[in-house]
Antibody, heavy 121, light 112 residues
Framework: EVQLVESGGRLVQPGESLRLSCAAF????????MTWVRQAPGKGLECVST????????SYEDSVRGRFFISRDNSKNTLYLEMISLRAEDTAIYYC??????????????WGQGALVTVSS | QSLLTQPPSVSAAPGQKVTIICSGS????????VSWYQQFPGTAPKLLIY???RRPSGIPDRFSGSKSGTSATLGITGLQTGDEADYYC?????????????FGTGTKVTVL
């Protein structure tokens, strides 16, 4: 059974850094791209970043490029999102999602339960 | 910033049909497959439709998808109270050279 478990979400102050993790179970992790999606309170879904299975290609949403960094450790079946210079507008639930294909034909077929990141002083 | 536009809400009586249109452009829907996601309050989204019209295992055939040009449509027939949720379209956008995945603005389905 495919399972994704996020961790690392917490309350931080503006300007601080935080690293989220997503542990994957039940599939060959390195065969799949992975995506971080966030949802601000009462708002819609926003794709933050996607990473190919090998880790060689990434994409980022404009507002996080240069502040957020996606990575993976295929030996640990774990996806990461390093977030620096956090802002109040980064407050959201962050989901990791298994991603079938990177590029044309891409879709997110399994999702974790989410990790809440709150940026506030 | 979402590049895909959906109506904020749609509604219908139990047993009726609703359709949700997702409008995009030639750089996203126009040249890529579309998927649809269902989200209940307080829970993670769930894949409903992929590759424009295919349903994952376990998704009833009351849910259907189609695509024409730069728009995609999600249809729900035989509407049930359990279908009340938010629905999002998604696709790959190639406006930037690297490309990125984008979601629609989301549509709340209400069963009257």
């Amino acid at each position: 059974e495919v399972q994704l478990v996020e961790s690392g979400g917490r309350l931080v102050q503006p300007g601080e850094s935080l690293r989220l993790s997503c542990a994957a179970f039940g599939f060959t992790f390195s065969d799949y791209a992975m995506t971080w999606v966030r949802q601000a309170p009462g708002k819609g879904l926003e794709c933050v970043s996607t990473l190919t299975g090998s880790g060689g290609t990434t994409s980022y949403e404009d507002s996080v490029r240069g502040r957020f960094f996606i990575s993976r450790d295929n030996s640990k079946n774990t996806l990461y999102l390093e977030m620096i210079s956090l802002r109040a507008e980064d407050t959201a639930i962050y989901y990791c999602a298994r991603t079938f294909n990177y590029g044309t034909g891409s879709y997110l077929d399994y999702w974790g339960q989410g990790a809440l990141v709150t940026v506030s002083s | 910033q979402s590049l895909l536009t959906q109506p904020p809400s749609v509604s219908a009586a139990p047993g009726q049909k609703v359709t949700i249109i997702c409008s995009g452009s030639s750089s996203d829907i126009g040249r890529n497959y579309v998927s649809w996601y269902q989200q209940f309050p307080g829970t993670a989204p769930k894949l409903l439709i992929y590759e424009n019209k295919r349903r994952p295992s376990g998704i009833p055939d009351r849910f259907s998808g189609s695509k024409s040009g730069t728009s995609a449509t999600l249809g729900i027939t035989g509407l049930q109270t359990g279908d009340e949720a938010d629905y999002y379209c998604g696709t790959w956008d190639i406006t930037l050279s690297v490309g990125r995945y984008v979601f629609g603005t989301g549509t709340k389905v209400t069963v009257l």
